[in-house]
């Protein structure tokens, strides 16, 4: 039972679990890089990154390079902890069967 | 969700981590060209001082210059086959060849080497000719420990070889030239055929 309360509905999704990947082992990615990696459109991107933000598992910062804008992703200490929590979840449920 | 579902899962969230933070397509054939590179570019140097020279090599003669031009080209020639090879086998891949993770490894390479390069010219311009044979392999051996946590992470342990060889050169001088011949030619070889067989040909 408690192995399923571990699954976390916030990163039920493909572009969810790669932009915590990403963020889990650098120490900041942005919007373009993030798009590249996983091949997603912006306005997919976008919406990702804001439910993620919205349960405070990513921190964005938005600045200018230059003239340009820029958004940086960060994971935050929640995030980290509960993604950890997910993995774990994922590896058990896999070795149960 | 079935467990199939949820190893996908995990494999892809490995493999975005590796692809997020690591430069993989790193050629494993360059290695080898590398390290035949070097062993032609000794067998010169080798020539040039046993036939010229004397088996002695004094620092400035022309035989010394000849053999500095060897070295030169040697690396050169290396970085040239190094970059086009990596372009290649990046392309195949579909992976980009200048992005975070390659510049990031570039740069963590390089930064040893730089230190490692000013550091040696400096003491060679104070007359302590013995140590530099040693300590290139020393820094030469760092860069690719420093390096390894951007790439492959294999390439820690030709580090390791490299650091052991070099600790030796410094220790007994006179080997710098074989232990040359085994970091820079022999170790390359095999280093580079290992990887070639590990993740190109799969």
Same mark, same amino acid.
């Given at each position: ?39 997603? $459109? ?7 990154? +804001? %439910?993620?933000? *919205? ?5 964005? =910062? #938005? ?7 820029? $958004? ?7 995030? +980290? %902890?509960?993604? *950890? ?5 994922? =590896? #058990? ?5 | ?202």
């Amino acid at each position: 039972m408690s192995i399923i309360t571990n699954i976390n509905k916030a990163f039920d999704h493909r572009i969810r679990l790669g932009i915590m990947s990403v963020l889990m082992v650098n120490e900041y990615a942005d919007f373009k890089m993030l798009k590249e990696l996983l091949g997603a $459109t912006d306005g997919n991107l976008a919406s990702h990154t +804001k %439910a993620l933000e *919205k349960v405070e598992y990513i921190k964005i =910062e #938005k600045q200018f390079i230059g003239k340009k804008p820029n $958004t940086r992703y960060y994971v935050t200490a929640l995030g +980290k %902890a509960e993604f *950890k929590k997910h993995i774990n979840a994922l =590896e #058990k449920l896999i070795n149960k069967s | 969700m079935d467990s199939k579902d949820y190893l996908k899962d995990i494999s892809e969230i490995k493999n975005m981590m590796n692809k997020s933070s690591r430069f993989i397509s790193l050629s494993g054939l360059s290695g080898i060209l590398a390290g035949i590179y070097a062993l032609i570019g000794a067998y010169i140097a080798y020539y040039l001082v046993v036939t010229y020279s004397n088996g002695v090599l004094i620092l400035d003669g022309w035989v010394f210059r000849y053999c500095l031009l060897t070295l030169f080209t040697v690396a050169l020639a290396s970085i040239v086959t190094g970059i086009i090879l990596t372009t290649k086998k990046a392309k195949k891949q579909n992976a980009n060849v200048w992005d975070a993770t390659s510049k990031r490894l570039v740069v963590n390479f390089i930064i040893p080497l730089l230190v490692g390069g000013l550091y040696i010219i400096i003491i060679l311009s104070q007359g302590k000719y013995g140590q530099s044979g040693g300590l290139m392999l020393i820094f030469y051996g760092l860069a690719l420990v420093n390096a390894s946590k951007y790439s492959i992470g294999d390439i820690k342990y030709l580090g390791y070889a490299e650091l052991i060889l070099g600790l030796i050169g410094s220790w007994k001088p006179g080997y710098s030239f074989w232990l040359w011949i085994i970091g820079f030619g022999i170790l390359h070889i095999i280093y580079g055929a290992w990887m070639h067989f590990k993740y190109d040909s799969a």
